[in-house]
């Protein structure tokens, strides 16, 4: 097993390549068809990568930007696992499942004979996991060199690169936010803006591969932001671990954060945050019932409870009691009406008794949350959790059992049908045969599937509603999206645009300053070529 950093001492590594800010909006080729080396040479970038992700949008990001940083440089991404020369699988450790379909894939593709690189949280938390022994890994902080894990991989080594991203000694958020980047869907963006969290929770697994908190200067934030709205996003998701810790390591707030990021969301673009714990989220209750107001941002928080017994809190370490929890609620649905809370609940948590479950169940029935993630306990290597007695597995069972049933008798959107929605439609519905939208709660509203309404924002009536879904039909198609007045023009090239566009993006705004940037182009060719011809002569007269 060799270590990248040996390695570039004694291959012909390719030299530091700048990465320019740049999105490649194209989608994945599942049509492409694998080209074997010529002879025994093997040329850097002529092959194609597949990327599987497993877990959370934070990870969706990551694979997003390891895509954009191989195809930038020649590697064609295919989402055809056969056509593929190298499979790059982004793992999760947040549940067994999860773990199990990286080990399933990684024999799958050894079966194939396609090389295997893997990245994400199961491979940075469990370097020393048996299944991914002798495969090449790429760490968390380090996606921004899949260039090089890959080529090594492609030339039989296997290598693994881990390390943070630091500052000194302080932990920077990661890899720049400002990499070339493939989007799954072009009109969403994935902003992660942290990394780890502050927390010590006895279960989970991935504060193992993710660490303690590091993020991203707010500048750097909203000009990734800006840059994607000027490339036709409609939908922003922050993301994080735990995006209401934002800031606590550089000496800002989440607040600070999204007050400067609402200054330039277009018309006509939404931006939906991401999961918060209670005790951070607590400290801002007062300026998210501002932010989540804005028009252009949705009224949805992911506020995981995990237990309503505060005795199970307690093991689990999440330092908050669930009287906090259902503050953080009441306050958020008394001053914002209407708004969507999620949340997540842990069936079977080793110290969790009868009477403690019942508190869950009496939490459930009485918020009566519309979206509600219900997970079985999971035991994960390595977390105190883990060396706890566990509850029988068909207890275990029974209890996510009565949870789901209580969540699927309940209906938020009944009272809904007759309602006009504005909704933003982004995505492709699991059906195939509609498109989805989301209105200001981010509740999903099926659309007809009509091209032109992709992207765009709708004025519907709702006619039908279901469990999670309302159906409409079309009232209005509203405006396309309208950059703010304050953005700036950095004449920046886009590198989607054919070369009409490239080089009207090069030029100044102003007739007047685009005459005199020409006049110095032709100026400065001209002496170009005058060196030129003035070299030439000299070097016939010293060879005479």
Known sequence: MDDIEELARTTNLPPDRPNPRRIIPRKFNSNIKSEKPVAESLIPGSQSVFVKTWGCSHNSSDSEYMAGLLSTYGYRITDSPMAADCWLLNSCTVKTPSEDGLRNSIMSATKLGKKVVVAGCVSQGAPDTKFIEGYSVVGTHQ????????????KGHSVRLFGQKR????????????????????LIEIIAINTGCLNQCTYCKTKHARGELGSYPIEDIVQRGQQCFEEGVREV???????????????????????????IIPEGCMLRLGMTNPPYIMDYLEDMVTILSHPRVYAFLHVPVQAASDNVLEDMKREYTCGEFRKVVDYLREHVPGVTIATDIICGFPTETEEDFNETLALIDRYQFPSLFINQ????????????????????????KRATEIFQKQFPYKGKIGSVETVLVTELATDGEHYVGHNKFYEQVLVPKDESYMGSTLTVKITETGKHYMKCEVLEVGSTMKLPSTYSNPNRIVFSEGPKKLVQNLLPSSPHTTRNFLLLLFAGLFVQLLYIVIRSRWNKEAAT
């Open 377 to 400: 306990f999971f035991p994960r290597p390595g977390t105190p959790a883990a060396r706890m007695k566990r509850i029988p597995a068909d207890q275990v069972k029974l209890r996510t």
């Open 237 to 263: 998701w922050m993301t994080s671990e735990d995006t209401g810790a934002y800031g606590r390591d550089i000496g800002v707030t989440l607040p600070e954060l999204l007050y400067e990021f609402v200054k």
């Open 167 to 186: 500052e000194g000694m302080k932990k920077l958020g990661g890899a720049s936010l400002h990499l070339p980047k493939i989007r799954k869907n072009p």
């Open 143 to 154: 996606i921004d060199r899949v260039v090089e894990v890959v080529e090594e991989t492609m």
